[in-house]
């Protein structure tokens, strides 16, 4: 039995898997863990290239920004070692549970078999990043079952962590407050 891991770091937009445990996929990268990031949505919605055109009332190609997105997605994830980068390029104009989402997301879960998923708070405030958990969640329900045409066998994760982001202030994460259980030293990484 190998002692390697591998981890799948899913965030709901393309920066927020690099922004919220960027450290701890290079950590796990050095240590010659298997790491993936994933981002199902696109995140134009809150592009500021395709506000600031749309204020000026022009129309914002999209196309060439969402292409933008995914590059910059996979170039940063590079600069941290990891080379598997998935990105679904789904709109975050309305956020919600897609079924077709949770299928994709599935289908990454059998293709890496994560022993490690780490995602967003279920309660996030942002809807994308919340949303984008619930569909984790049930992706990892669906990836743990028998799926008929599915090349891989039925995985479930060993363990799943939620980005945890002290200092937060807005009403619903004061509420519901994310106080981390466990903390990843990535002095080394850094």
Not at 109 to 131: C, F, K, M, Q, R
Request: hydrophobic letters at 40%; proline letters at 5%.
């Amino acid at each position: 039995m190998s002692d390697r891991l591998s981890i799948l770091n899913i965030g709901g937009h393309p920066k927020d898997a690099i922004l919220y445990a960027g450290g701890t996929m290079a950590k796990h990268v050095a240590r010659g863990d298997r790491v993936c990031t994933l981002a199902p949505n696109h995140g134009l919605a809150h592009h500021l290239q395709a506000l600031e055109e749309r204020k000026k009332g022009k129309e914002p190609d999209s196309a060439a920004l969402v292409d933008d997105r995914e590059q910059e997605f996979i170039d940063a994830a590079n600069e941290l070692g990891v080379t598997d980068v998935r990105f679904f390029k789904r709109s975050d104009e309305v956020v919600i549970v897609e079924r077709e989402i949770i299928i994709e997301i599935a289908d990454v879960i059998g293709d890496v078999l994560p022993d490690i998923i780490i995602t967003h708070a279920l309660y996030d405030s942002v809807p994308g990043h919340a949303v984008a958990t619930e569909m984790t969640l049930l992706a990892m329900e669906a990836a743990s079952g028998f799926r008929p045409g599915k090349s891989y066998p039925p995985h479930k994760p060993s363990q799943v962590f939620f980005h945890a982001q002290a200092g937060r202030t807005n009403v619903l994460e004061t509420d519901i407050s994310r106080v981390p259980t466990h903390l990843v030293d990535i002095t080394d990484s850094i």
